[in-house]
């Protein structure tokens, strides 16, 4: 879109019928815009070669007001969040623009790190934690003895929790103390779905060019089976041949397959009647 980005939004949405729906569309792209400038401020202050840190021009970033909203008329209601990520010492997160989506006691791991510029050394401190949704505390702990260099970014704390039951966003909130005094504090969304009752049909598989994405859809679907285990299966532990892979693709095992790419092997699978399920 060019020149009045706002003029030109609401064209768009009034053209594809939903400008009644206009509210709602702002509301929720200025919240996906807070999220992600929360998540590249977090990004780079990770760094281990960053020897300090502060953020330009917070109220005047790209798009930083979100769809339509392009000069900025309403307060963001998570700039408030900012200084969580900017004060001297600051506690962040590993996971950014991924794996923040959770099937109901689902293992969580993830990692703390500090970014640690005030004046002393930190001692002896406690990591305090909990989990909780728009209603009720989920889950509480607390991490004890922790110490951390002056001047420094790096890996604070290995962190674990199930996710917890329910559907919908959850919030894990941790802040650092050291001698009754808070030091940082920090908040990250979650999303947690129910286990579902029936995840996939029986010949369907998974057959994704990054490896990491086929992960991921397991994480969510534990019954999907990847091409390259099924082909463990039947023709045993072994260097994976393309020859092997083809040989399933085409044959009776797999009735459908999702992918992350369209490929020229895909192509063939769906001339000889296989269905492909493409994510972009």
């Known amino acids: 879109l060019f020149g009045n980005y706002g003029e030109k939004g609401f064209l768009a949405l009034k053209e594809a019928g939903l400008d009644e729906l206009l509210p709602e569309i702002v509301s929720n792209s200025r919240k996906l815009s807070a999220v992600c400038t ?6 780079a202050r990770r760094n281990p070669g ?29 700039f408030s969040e900012l200084p969580f990520s900017n004060g001297n010492t600051a506690l962040l997160m590993d996971r950014d623009y991924r794996n923040r989506n959770f099937i109901e006691g689902q293992p969580v ?19 305090i934690w909990y989990l909780r949704d728009d209603e009720k505390v989920l889950q509480t702990g607390r991490v004890k003895k922790l110490n951390f260099p002056q001047g420094e ?16 966003k959850f919030t894990l909130h941790i802040q ?64 994976i041949k393309n020859s092997d892979k083809k040989s399933i693709l085409f ?3 797999v009735n459908c397959i999702i992918s992350d790419q369209w490929t020229d092997d895909l192509y063939k699978y769906v001339e000889q009647g296989g269905t492909v399920l493409l994510f972009d």
């Open 251 to 253: 044959s009776q095992f």
């Open 153 to 168: 970014n790096g890996l604070l704390q290995e962190f674990k929790f199930n996710a917890p039951a329910g559907v919908g």
């Open 50 to 78: 960053v020897y300090g840190y502060h953020y330009h021009c917070a109220l005047r970033v790209t798009h930083n007001r979100g769809f339509i909203d392009d000069l900025g008329l309403h307060t963001d209601p998570q």
């Open 109 to 127: 791991n993830l990692n703390i790190y500090l970014s640690h510029f005030g004046k002393n050394e930190i001692k002896d401190a406690v990591l």
């Open 38 to 43: 929360k998540i590249s401020i977090e990004q």
């Open 176 to 239: 650092l103390e050291a001698g009754g005094v808070e030091l940082a504090r920090n908040k990250w969304d979650f999303w947690r779905f129910p286990f579902p009752s029936k995840v996939s049909p029986v010949n369907v598989a998974i057959r994704a060019v990054d490896k990491q994405w086929e992960y991921d859809m397991k994480s969510y679907f534990p019954d999907l089976r990847r091409l390259d285990d099924i082909k463990s299966a039947y023709f045993g532990i072994s260097p």
